[in-house]
């Protein structure tokens, strides 16, 4: 504004002096035309006015020139006004631009969005109006003029204004642009308008086609023709099942044979074609949802008041899909990493495996380690490799970076913690137990009152069989913190020793029983030669001595069969050589009466 004001009051000041020069120059042609007219007898009188006009002349003329002079430097001035003014415009839209692209990396457009379909973006406001405000109005003004019939049939133009270049349809303004517009867009107003013009006029006719009768019959056409294909596709795909279903009974009846898992019969040919049914089942219906996850958007399609909600049917079934499919694919990397992690920790599994069965069969001896530890001993480094095995694909998972994930990981090992103390304590006094080895399976012992063999060891309990046959299951942390007595591993070793008391009065010479006990245990199954049998004589009594016999046994497990037969052998040698096995009680009367010491002794004397 300031520039056109500049402008009109040089204009104001040039047409003054403009309008001068034509006065003079008129004045001029009358005084020649006069002198050149004038009678002879006002000669002098002419030639005084020429000599005074040609003075008037000169002064005018002078006058004249510098009014010239004046014009050509108020039109300098001018000029530089004018250049001026431009670079000031030059500058303020290089800064408009300037700022219009940096605005650009973190501006998002406002879309006009007509009929589900984007047709430009507007990033400007305008007066009062917002870019959204903007949008709203223009997507508003299109579907009036579009949805409106009583409006002819109009072309869209653009109609330039003062500082506005407005697209028109017919009389009706659908959008008004501004230079911050095109500035956004890195073009010109005229330019913009003209990429919209077809943008704005392809839609508005196709809005206007959309709500015409032929239009709508044809799309209530398709409507149906589409629920008949599906009903069509609905029937063959359950006639073909039908006939899936009658052919998977037949091969049941013909090919099918029941699944043996040694002795257990894990399914029947019954129970195998009810699983073949249920899996056709599932892959029916899955058909199905693959039809009217098809078919249902394409009904919605086809009018267009129902168009978005297509849309939006069609991405809730579409994007579970993609994102599942996409959360696959990227997972994939991980998935590898998983995978050699696994097999490394198997390999090395499988060589721990075959070192400890090289130990256990005594084909691999290490000092200091025992056969027996290399089985529980595998199983504990087994297991560590697995727990370093999920502590290394943990990071790896899907979702284990969530917090319900980590929430779920944190409840879980609450609960161990809290309810597995007993249970702790139990494992760590089997491992103790297993390299303690104070027996192994198959041993003989007995534990505080309990007496069997050792049928299960196992990092909770371990169990015994006694000669009852009972089963008695004992925790570990109970054995920990009791004394076991191990038969077998005497046995084994030294030889176990087993032993009975008799007590045979003092009538009997001691020798003499000595030596019936020793031939008794020799000749009782399972009695070792070597070491020899032998007697202890454990007590005096007032009324009997007692002998103990000892014999050397290898089986442990036999010793209630073989302490039966010592016990049997000892009653018939005794009664062979007619000593009674029996406990007296004297009554010694000093009046005279035998004694009781054996006649031997009393010979001696």
């Known amino acids: 504004m300031r520039i056109f004001r500049f402008l009109f009051f040089i204009v104001l000041i040039i047409s003054p002096l403009l309008n001068a020069e034509a006065q003079l120059l008129e004045k001029a042609g009358q005084l020649i035309h006069t002198t050149f007219n004038g009678s002879g007898n006002d000669s002098v009188i002419v030639e005084n006015h020429i000599i005074s006009d040609s003075a008037r002349l000169q002064e005018l003329e002078l006058q004249l020139q510098e009014m010239k002079l004046n014009e050509i430097l108020l039109r300098t001035e001018l000029d530089k006004a004018v250049n001026l003014n431009s670079s000031a415009d030059s500058i303020r839209l290089a800064e408009q631009k300037l700022r219009v692209d940096s605005l650009r990396e973190h501006t998002q457009g406002v879309p006009v969005v007509v009929d589900g379909d984007t047709l430009f973006s507007l990033y400007a406001n305008r ?58 867009q890195n073009t010109t107003r005229k330019e913009l308008a003209q990429e919209y013009i077809p943008l704005l006029d ?26 008949a294909v599906q009903y069509l596709l609905f029937k063959l795909t359950n006639y073909l099942f039908r006939k899936l279903r009658a052919h998977i009974l037949r091969f049941q009846e013909n090919r099918l044979h029941p699944i043996f898992i040694r002795d257990y019969e894990l399914l029947n040919k019954e129970q195998q074609g009810k699983i073949l049914i249920f899996l056709s089942n599932l892959v029916r219906y899955f058909i199905i949802f693959i039809q009217l996850t098809f078919s249902v958007p394409i009904l919605f399609a086809i009018f267009p008041q129902t168009e978005k909600l297509a849309l939006k049917i069609f991405l809730y079934i579409l994007e579970p899909i993609k994102m599942i ?33 090289e130990i256990e069969n005594e084909k691999l001896k290490i000092s200091g380690f025992y056969p027996d530890w290399a089985r529980p001993t595998f199983n504990i480094v087994r297991f560590l490799l697995y727990a370093f095995m999920i502590a290394m694909i943990y990071p790896y998972l899907p979702g284990s970076d969530s917090g319900v994930f980590q929430g779920i990981s944190v409840f879980v090992g609450l609960i161990i913690s809290l309810g597995s103390s007993t249970v ?145 052998n000892i009653q018939d040698i005794f009664n062979e050589a007619g000593v009674e096995i029996m406990s007296p009680h004297y009554y010694a009367k000093r009046d005279g009466s035998e004694s009781t010491i054996p006649q031997e002794y009393r010979n001696a004397d």
């Open 127 to 184: 007066g009062g109006y917002s870019a959204l405000d903007r949008a709203t109005m223009v997507s508003d003004n299109i579907l009036k003029i579009a949805h409106d019939r009583k409006m002819r049939n109009d072309t869209i133009h653009a109609l330039e204004t003062d500082g506005y270049t407005d697209i028109m349809y017919g009389d009706k303004v659908i959008l008004s642009l501004t230079d911050n517009d095109a500035l956004w």
């Open 202 to 227: 392809s839609k508005i006719s196709e809005l206007r086609e959309g709500h015409s009768i032929k239009e709508i019959l044809i799309r209530a056409g398709l409507f149906i023709l589409v629920l």
């Open 325 to 357: 499919f996409t959360a696959v694919v990227e997972y994939i990397p991980n998935l590898f990493i998983i995978i050699i992690i696994w097999l490394c920790i198997k390999y090395l599994i499988k060589g721990i495996r075959y070192i400890a069965r």
């Open 424 to 568: 702790i304590g139990n494992i760590i006094a089997g491992l103790v137990i297993t390299y303690m080895r104070p027996f192994k399976l198959g041993d003989r012992i007995r534990l505080n009152d309990t007496t069997g063999n050792v049928i299960e060891k196992t990092p909770f309990v371990t169990r015994l069989r006694t000669t009852k046959n009972e089963v008695v299951t004992i925790p570990n942390s109970f054995i920990m913190s009791s004394h076991t007595v191990n038969f077998s591993e005497s046995a084994r070793q030294f030889g176990l020793i087993i032993h009975t008391t008799v007590t045979i009065g003092y009538d009997a010479p001691w020798r003499q029983v000595h030596q019936l006990l020793i031939n008794a245990a020799r000749m009782t199954p399972g009695v070792l030669e070597h070491p020899k049998p032998f007697v202890l004589e454990t007590e005096l009594q007032d009324y009997y001595p007692c002998y103990q016999i000892n014999a050397y046994i290898k089986d442990a497990d036999k010793i209630g069969d073989i302490m039966t037969a010592l016990h049997q």
